[in-house]
Structure formats: structure tokens, C-alpha cells
């Protein structure tokens, strides 16, 4: 018997797939938000604080938000927020448009038997999951052709 006679492959892994990117790339946003007001908030806040008088308290709170811009910058360029929120539209477009080419029988699925459509579309996008970059998923320039 087969193993995966249930499985709809729509359903149990397209849908399921973009529902993960899209809660991933509101989490991205929602992080990438909140550390950049915390950051903005560090620095604005350190001219007001320098109106204090000279106090251990006022260096203290001068290093301290020193060491939250820092790491908020650390965390902007370790984490990459905006590259991956990119690279997660970039997904769910490929795939919402492999699904619906597919579902409508348009595009490269017009004239394909029903074998022939679903082994497309499965490997059209297996590729988009697999974590290919953004230069494999789009198309080479004309100069990379003439000269590869």
C-alpha cells in the first residue's frame, strides 16, 4: 500500500509552507521594529542624559546605552533582518505563484497531462524550499549567459 495515501500534497505541504514564511516574516518584521526603536530610543536618549549633572549614575546610564546600540547593531548585522524578510517574500511569491499557475492549469501546466503537472509542480516547488538563494531563483543576466 502506499505510504502517504492521505497526503495531499497542496494541502500537507504547499499551504502548510506558506503559512510557516508568512509567520516568519511577520516575526522578522515585529523584531526588526522593535530593536531598531530600542536603538533609536538608546540615542536619542543620550543627549537629554548628558544634560545631567556629573554623576556615577549619568556615566552609568551613558555606558549603558552604549552597550544597547551596540548590540542592537550586532544583532542588525548578525541576524540580517532584512535580507531574510526579502529572501521569505521572495519564497512565498514563487510559491503562491507556482500554486496558482498550477490550480488555474495556466502558464507551463496548460497543456501537460495531470502526471505530468503535479511532478512540475512538485519539483517546481521542492526548489523553492530547499533554500536556494536569490541568485539561483533568478534568472541569469545576458552577460553570465554569453560567457559560461
Known sequence: MFMYENFNYLDDRVDKQLQHYKKKENWLKFFYTIIFFIQVAAA??????????????????????????????????????????????????????????????????????????????????????NGFSKKTLKPKRKREIEFN
Not at 95 to 111: D, P, R
Open 44 to 129: 536619542a536618549s543620550l543627549p537629554l542624559i548628558t544634560l545631567l549633572s556629573d554623576t556615577l549614575f549619568k556615566n552609568i546610564i551613558i555606558s549603558l546605552c552604549g552597550v544597547i546600540i551596540l548590540i542592537s547593531q550586532l544583532l542588525f548585522s548578525t541576524i540580517n533582518f532584512k535580507e531574510q524578510i526579502q529572501d521569505c517574500k521572495e519564497i512565498i511569491f514563487l510559491m503562491e505563484t507556482e500554486k496558482y499557475l498550477y490550480l488555474n492549469h495556466s502558464g507551463k501546466y496548460a497543456q501537460k497531462t495531470s502526471d505530468e503537472k503535479i511532478d512540475l509542480f512538485v519539483g517546481e516547488i521542492e526548489k523553492s524550499f
